[in-house]
């Protein structure tokens, strides 16, 4: 991967582990999303709005290796992570450091039951991050039916066909 991939790549984890710490926190008052195929679109001004789809074979544990890891990654890199849940909305806000920048985070999670959710995130960075000083994202989520055969629980499947396993990555 490139640096300019893998700041990227940095920037992304750090606002998806401070939502992925408030799953830890708030794991009884959360859907545990269903296993199997999911479907994830996501759209960023940090790529020029452009859709991109990918998916992935989840399951509880890889459910549970993701709360773990995100509330390591949030614990060296946040020093702040508030978070509320009204009925089916999850409002994360978070402060954390990317090297010299600091990024402020806002996301709004709303849950559909466990196959399907709605999310709308901010990020700011002082000073610019990769030249950025904000990034607005939406991402949508949805259970499309049983993992693929062949597909490992934590499978994800890029845009490019290219096939990433998620534990091992967080294993590294």
């Not at 700041?7 to 708030?26: E, K, N, P, R």
């Not at 559909?112 to 990769?130: E, I, K, V």
């Not at 030249?131 to 989520?141: F, L, Y």
């Amino acid at each position: 991967m490139t640096a300019c991939r893998n700041s990227a790549l940095i920037a992304a984890t750090a606002a998806l582990c401070a939502a992925g710490a408030a799953f830890a926190t708030y794991a009884a008052d959360l859907p545990v999303l269903k296993s199997g195929l999911w479907e994830v679109s996501r759209v960023s001004t940090q790529q020029g709005s452009k859709t991109h789809l990918t998916t992935m074979c989840l399951d509880d544990s890889v459910q549970a290796e993701m709360r773990e890891f995100s509330m390591g990654v949030a614990k060296e890199m946040c020093t702040q992570n508030e978070r509320t849940i009204e009925g089916n909305r999850m409002t994360v806000k978070a402060t954390c450091t990317l090297g010299p920048t600091t990024m402020k985070t806002t996301s709004v999670m709303v849950f559909s039951g466990n196959t399907a959710y709605h999310t709308d995130a901010l990020a700011s960075y002082d000073p610019p991050f990769m030249n950025m000083t904000e990034v607005k994202s939406t991402i949508d989520g949805k259970w499309s039916g049983p993992c693929k055969p062949g597909q490992l629980p934590g499978d994800i499947v890029t845009e490019t066909g290219q096939t990433i396993n998620m534990k091992t990555m967080m294993k590294k």
